[in-house]
């Protein structure tokens, strides 16, 4: 029998991560990386406050992310985007995911290589602790 949880427990495990963000968390993007090591990061965009994050579904343990704050002023190089994380205000790294145009923890629609100067935004983000 495969373990299964309820929508509570779902939430449950959600939110606690989610506070481990508390205000003003960052997302990063990365060229390569493990939360151990995280890699260098070409962008930072902000989420905003007073949350990052809403409290998650009781039904599914998904929670939305506050809006996002694009990054106008990415550091890119010719390497393409591999990873992201998502960090504390003061750099801690809670959460650790891989990046990619299609079928992947995150998605970028416009290509995966960032250059000097460009802006790089996220138009919505969800998390859920425990998958379904």
């Not at 990386?33 to 990061?41: D, E």
Request: glycine share 10%.
């Amino acid at each position: 029998m495969a373990v299964t949880h309820s929508g509570s427990a779902k939430a449950a495990a959600t939110d606690a991560v989610t506070a481990l963000l508390s205000t003003n968390a960052k997302l990063k993007f990365r060229l390569t990386g493990t939360i151990g090591a995280p890699g260098t990061a070409v962008a930072t965009l902000a989420l905003t406050t007073p949350n990052s994050f809403g409290a998650a579904n009781g039904t599914t343990g998904i929670a939305a992310a506050a809006t996002i704050t694009a990054d106008t002023a990415a550091t890119g190089n010719a390497s393409p985007v591999a990873t992201a994380s998502l960090e504390t205000s003061g750099g801690t790294l809670i959460i650790h995911c891989a990046v990619a145009a299609a079928a992947s923890d995150i998605n970028m629609t416009n290509g995966l290589t960032v250059a000097n100067g460009d802006t790089v935004s996220c138009s919505s983000l969800t998390y859920q602790a425990i998958p379904s």
